[in-house]
Nanobody, 128 residues
Framework: QMQLVESGGGLVHAGGSLRLSCAASGFIFDYYSITWFRQAPGKEREGVSWFKGSDGSSYYADSVKGRFTISTDNVKNTVYLIMNSLKPEDTAVYYC?????????????????????WGQGTQVTVSS
């Protein structure tokens, strides 16, 4: 069965860095879109970053561009989110999610309802 397991969250001071990992199992990595989302208390879940495996391009929410980097290790079936210059407003539970790749993902990658599979989430807390 398909499974996504996040790790790497924690408490960090503003300006610090963290690397989140999403280990995927039970499906062929290359055929799926895997995306990082986050949800802060009282806010809706938002798309943070998507790695488009078909051409190696990356997509980011405006709020994290220039600070976050998504990468993959196809051998380990793992997607990473490297987060630099963290801000208190980055505090949230971070989730990775997967869906079968679709050509329309370019315009819908950030929509949570598009995804079928979710990890349990990992808490990131950035103190000021």
């Amino acid at each position: 069965q398909m499974q996504l397991v996040e790790s790497g969250g924690g408490l960090v001071h503003a300006g610090g860095s963290l690397r989140l990992s999403c280990a995927a199992s039970g499906f062929i990595f290359d055929y799926y879109s895997i995306t990082w989302f986050r949800q802060a208390p009282g806010k809706e879940r938002e798309g943070v970053s998507w790695f488009k495996g078909s051409d190696g391009s990356s997509y980011y929410a405006d709020s994290v561009k220039g600070r976050f980097t998504i990468s993959t290790d196809n051998v380990k079936n793992t997607v990473y989110l490297i987060m630099n210059s963290l801000k208190p407003e980055d505090t949230a539970v971070y989730y990775c999610a997967a869906k079968r790749f679709s050509p329309t993902d370019d315009s819908s990658w950030y929509i949570p309802s598009e995804y079928n599979y979710w990890g349990q989430g990992t808490q990131v807390t950035v103190s000021s």
